[in-house]
C-alpha cells in the first residue's frame, strides 16, 4: 500500500506545472538574459565612467574596477547557466527534469544496475567480463602473429598464461609464435643470400662481404649465415685463380689486349707478394701493347691514314704517357690532327668534274715532319707494389 502511495505521488507530482527557468530551455533562456545585462551594465559603465574626473590613478583604477564589477559576475553567471542548461538539454532533452525521469520504476532499475556495475571492484570486473577479454586477448594474439609482430604477441602469451590460468592455450601460442618468427626469419636469410649470390656473379666481392656482414649482425646465431664470410672469402680465391691462369693464357696466345684486361683485374685483387710472380709476364704484356701501337702508329703515318694514326698516337700518350714513344708522338700529333680534319673534309665534299686542261692542281694534305720510328725505351725496374698497369708501363 505504502509503494502504491508512493507511485501516486510521484506521478501526481510529475503532472504539477514545472518552473520554466528550472527547464533546460529556460537554462539557457537565462543565460542569454544575463549576457545581455552584462552588456547593457558594461554599456553603462563606459557611459558613467567618460563623464568622471579622477583625483589620480590609484581612485581611476578603484572606480573602474567596481564600475566593471556587475557586469563581469553577470558574464560569468551567463557562462555557467549556459553550460548548465547545454548539458541538461543534451541528457535530459528541451524540458525534461531528472525528477521526472526518474518516476519510471523501469528507469530506476536500470540506474541501478549502472549504479551496481559502478561499484564493482577491478578483480570482480575481471571475473565477470572473462570470457569476453580471453577472447579479445585471443584476436589480438592472432593479428600480432599475422602483422609479424612476434614480441608483442610473447605479451599476450605471457598474461594468457599468468592472468587466466590458461597455460596449455598459452604454450600452444608460443610454439606457433616460435613457427612463425622462424619460417619469417628464414625467408629474410634467403633472400640476403640470394643477393649475396648475385654479388658473387658479378664478382662484386666488396658488396658480398657487406651483404654478409649485415645477415650476421641481424642473425648471429645462424650457422647458414657464419658460413657466409668464409664463402666469399673462397669465391675470391677462386676467381682470382681463374684470371691468373686466364692472363698467363692470353699471354702464351699473344692476345696482348686481353691479357691487360685481365692484368688490370688483377691489379686490383693480388696482393704484392701475390703479384710478384707475375711482375715479368706482365712487362711483357705492356711492352708487346707498347710495340703494337709504335708499329701501328708507324703504319697509320705511312699510309697517310691521318685518322688512324691519330687514334694511335693518342693511344700511346694515353697508356705510356712517361716514354720517349709518347714525347715523339705529341710533337706530331697537332699536324696529324690537321691533316686528319683535312682528309675528313675532303672525303666529304661532293665529287668535281675532272680537269682536262694543264691547270694547277691544288696541293694535298699538309706534309708532317719525317717521323722517326719511336724507340722503345729501356724496361725500369720492377714496381715496389703490386702489378698496377701504370706502374708497369711507366
Known amino acids: 500500500m505504502t509503494k502504491a502511495n508512493a507511485t501516486i ?112 571492484s577491478e578483480t570482480a570486473k575481471k571475473i565477470t567480463y572473462r570470457t569476453e577479454d580471453m577472447a579479445v586477448l585471443r584476436t589480438t594474439l592472432r593479428e600480432d602473429i599475422k602483422r609479424h609482430e612476434y614480441d608483442a604477441a610473447m605479451v599476450l602469451v605471457t598474461e594468457l598464461a599468468a592472468a587466466y590460468g590458461q597455460l596449455e592455450e598459452a604454450e600452444n601460442f608460443r610454439a606457433e609464435i616460435d613457427a612463425a618468427r622462424r619460417k619469417d626469419q628464414e625467408e629474410k636469410i634467403a633472400t640476403g643470400i640470394a643477393q649475396l649470390e648475385k654479388h658473387l656473379a658479378a664478382h662484386d666481392f666488396d658488396a658480398a662481404n657487406k651483404e654478409a656482414a649485415r645477415l650476421q649482425r641481424l642473425y648471429p646465431e645462424e650457422v647458414s649465415v657464419a658460413e657466409l664470410p668464409p664463402r666469399v672469402a673462397a669465391a675470391k680465391e677462386q676467381y682470382k685463380k681463374e684470371l691468373e691462369r686466364a692472363f698467363l693464357q692470353a699471354n702464351e696466345r699473344e692476345e696482348v689486349d686481353r691479357a691487360l684486361d685481365i692484368m688490370k683485374v688483377l691489379d686490383k685483387m693480388l696482393t704484392p707478394e701475390e703479384a710478384e710472380p707475375f711482375r715479368e709476364v706482365a712487362r711483357g704484356v705492356v711492352g708487346k701493347k707498347r710495340d703494337n701501337l709504335g708499329v701501328q702508329f708507324k703504319l697509320a703515318v705511312h699510309d697517310k691514314e691521318w685518322t688512324a ?24 700529333i697537332d699536324h696529324l690532327r690537321a691533316n686528319a680534319a683535312g682528309q675528313q673534309q675532303a672525303a666529304a665534299a661532293p665529287p668535281v668534274t675532272p680537269v682536262t686542261s694543264e691547270t694547277e692542281l691544288p696541293a694535298g694534305p699538309a706534309p708532317i715532319p719525317p717521323a722517326s720510328a719511336p724507340a722503345n725505351p729501356a724496361s725500369p725496374p720492377p714496381p715496389a707494389t703490386g702489378i698496377s698497369f701504370k706502374q708497369v708501363e711507366e
Not at 510529475?14 to 551594465?41: D, E, H, N, R, S
Request: positive net charge; aromatic residues 8%.
Open 309 to 332: 694514326a691519330v687514334q694511335a698516337g693518342e693511344q700511346i700518350i694515353k697508356q705510356f704517357p712517361n716514354t720517349r714513344m709518347a714525347d715523339e708522338v705529341r710533337s706530331l
Open 9 to 120: 505521488d510521484n506521478a501526481s507530482s510529475a503532472k504539477k506545472p514545472v518552473p520554466f527557468f528550472t527547464t533546460p530551455v529556460g537554462t539557457v533562456a537565462l543565460a542569454v538574459i544575463l549576457w545581455v545585462v552584462a552588456c547593457v551594465l558594461a554599456v553603462a559603465a563606459v557611459s558613467i565612467l567618460s563623464t568622471m574626473e579622477f583625483a589620480n590613478e590609484q581612485m581611476q583604477l578603484l572606480i573602474t574596477y567596481l564600475a566593471f564589477g556587475p557586469s563581469t559576475i553577470a558574464i560569468v553567471l551567463s557562462v555557467v547557466f549556459l553550460i548548465v542548461g547545454s548539458i541538461r538539454w543534451a541528457i535530459f532533452g528541451r524540458r525534461a527534469l531528472p525528477s521526472a525521469t526518474l518516476n519510471s520504476s523501469r528507469e530506476l532499475a536500470l540506474l541501478e544496475s549502472i549504479n551496481q556495475r559502478l561499484l564493482l
